[in-house]
């Protein structure tokens, strides 16, 4: 079984749209996280969020907006599309430790989003 | 704030040669170190981490790594490498004195990518 699984694998969209990439984790974890992949293979975390806190990278266009519907899952809703945001899009999980920063993250397998 | 880098865009070695791929970070504090390799079109995979204790940290697939304060370093390494190890592989940091709460995500480097000729 997948532990993290993203859906759509693959995105291809026109700019401007408003699309959303969802994830799922089933490893029980509290935390979750996106990252941007970019052309350069450069990895960036976006945003991580638990049930008591969303903490947003300040560089993340506010076009960027995330939404957990429960603890378990934890979609991107990407609004105006633009040609920038072409790249991977990386969900993760961790269960956070008692001794914060310690614990494994677990990445999902990317969604691929070409912006045309 | 917190930074790691990976001095080598890649590194070619021979099938049966021991390997290593760079890494040095910058944290204020004592930091916790991590690697993950990414295969082709897939996620990341974690091999190993370090935290505290002894400085030779032993992962997955038959990685280790070795932490070094002095040096700032956390470089990975295999004793005998395999063709299936050509990957991309990246060095991650998390500082436990960073600001931001108890979820920020993992500092990366660029990546290196490791080619194993047979």
């Known amino acids: 079984d997948t532990a993290v699984s993203q859906t759509p694998k693959y995105l291809v969209t026109q700019m401007g749209n408003d699309k959303s990439i969802k994830c799922e984790q089933n490893?029980?974890?509290?935390?979750m996280y996106w990252y941007k992949q970019d052309s350069k293979k450069f990895l960036k975390i976006m945003f991580s969020?638990?049930?008591?806190?969303?903490?947003i990278n300040e560089t993340v266009p506010n076009r960027f907006s995330p939404k957990s519907p429960d603890k378990a899952h934890l979609n991107l809703h990407i609004n105006s599309l633009e040609l920038g945001d072409s790249a991977v899009y990386f969900c993760?999980?961790?269960?956070?430790?008692?001794?914060?920063?310690?614990?494994?993250?677990?990445f999902g397998p990317g969604t691929r989003l070409l912006v045309l | 704030a917190q930074s790691v880098a990976q001095p080598e865009d890649q590194v070619n070695v021979a099938e049966g040669n021991p390997l290593t791929v760079k890494c040095t970070y910058s944290?204020?504090?004592?930091?916790?170190l991590f690697w993950y390799v990414q295969y082709p079109n897939r996620g990341l995979q974690f091999l190993l981490k370090?935290?505290?204790?002894?400085?030779l940290v032993k992962g997955s697939y038959g990685f280790e790594a070795e932490f070094n304060k002095s040096q700032t370093s956390f470089h990975l390494k295999k004793p005998s490498a395999l063709v299936s190890d050509s990957a991309l592989y990246f060095c991650?940091?998390?500082?436990?004195?960073?600001?931001?709460?108890?979820?920020?995500?993992?500092?990366f480097g660029k990546g290196t990518h490791l080619i194993i000729q047979p």
């Open positions: 993760a999980s961790s269960q956070l430790l008692a001794a914060a920063y310690q614990e494994t993250q677990y």
């Open positions: 490893l029980g974890h509290d935390t």
């Open positions: 969020y638990n049930n008591k806190e969303l903490i």
């Open positions: 944290v204020s504090g004592n930091p916790y």
């Open positions: 370090y935290i505290t204790g002894d400085n």
């Open positions: 991650a940091v998390r500082d436990p004195h960073a600001s931001g709460g108890g979820a920020d995500g993992l500092t």
